[in-house]
């Protein structure tokens, strides 16, 4: 069965400091993966996606991932956070063909100033 | 901007009084999907469409019902809501089968009196 984890709930670190949030996966096949950032009280928003190629992808606010089969992991990184990145995060799989989405349980960032 | 548009944005209902949520997009993208939301959590799937061919998780209640009556338009019925049915109600859109992104819209926060 398909599944995606999200192992740390919560993460807090200082503005400016680097940033990485993990996600592994469960699948089959080759996956479609999707990191999406929710602000409180709003939809989510894709931040980026890996469909195949190049394993590291850049995405938008400057945050990249990179797709590591050997570990089914697609982990998400940003070298300097700033204060506005404060949101959940939530890694998802696609699964082709059956129109489905898995969402991890999402982790919370926190900014210290 | 083309986008998904959900309306409401915030939606108070009564304990059993129907109510409907509503979802437009302007992306004339194929599928849609509803999903809930609640605090702390992963979005989970209620059902979608693709096209006119609805599809329903295994595990939504028979109180959730939705209607699609065109590409642009999906909405969802909650016939007799319980207080565990307060929740955040996220449509997505996607403009084909899975692999690709889904776009969200802002959501619906419903709330049972």
Redesign the interface.
């Known amino acids: 069965a398909q599944s995606v984890t999200q192992p740390d709930i919560h993460i807090t670190v200082s503005e400016g400091a680097s940033l990485e949030l993990r996600c592994n996966y469960s699948y089959g096949a080759t996956p ?1 993966l ?1 990191w ?1 950032v929710q602000s409180p ?6 931040l980026l ?1 890996y ?1 195949s190629g190049d394993t590291l992808v850049q995405g938008i606010k400057g945050f990249e991932a990179e797709f590591k089969r050997s570990q089914s992991s697609f982990n998400l990184r940003k070298p300097s956070v700033h204060w506005s990145d404060a949101a959940e995060y ?1 890694c998802a799989v ?8 898995y ?4 982790t ?1 960032l926190n900014v210290k100033p | 901007d083309a986008m998904v548009i959900q309306n409401p944005r915030y939606q108070v209902t009564q304990f059993g009084k129907p109510v409907t949520l509503s979802c437009s997009q302007t992306l004339n993208h194929n599928v849609m999907y509803w999903y809930q939301q609640k605090s702390s959590q992963a979005p989970k799937l209620l059902f979608h469409y693709y096209d006119k061919d609805f599809n329903n998780e295994a595990d939504t209640p028979d109180n959730f019902q939705s209607r699609r009556p065109n590409t642009s338009f999906c909405f969802l019925d909650i016939r007799s809501p319980g207080l565990g049915d307060a929740a955040m109600y996220l449509c997505a859109t996607s403009r084909d089968k899975a692999g690709q992104p889904q776009h969200f819209g802002d959501g619906t926060r419903l709330s049972i009196l």
């Open positions: 479609y999707f999406y009280g709003q939809g989510l928003q894709l996606k469909f939530f696609g699964v082709y063909n059956f129109n489905k989405f969402f991890g349980s999402g919370k």
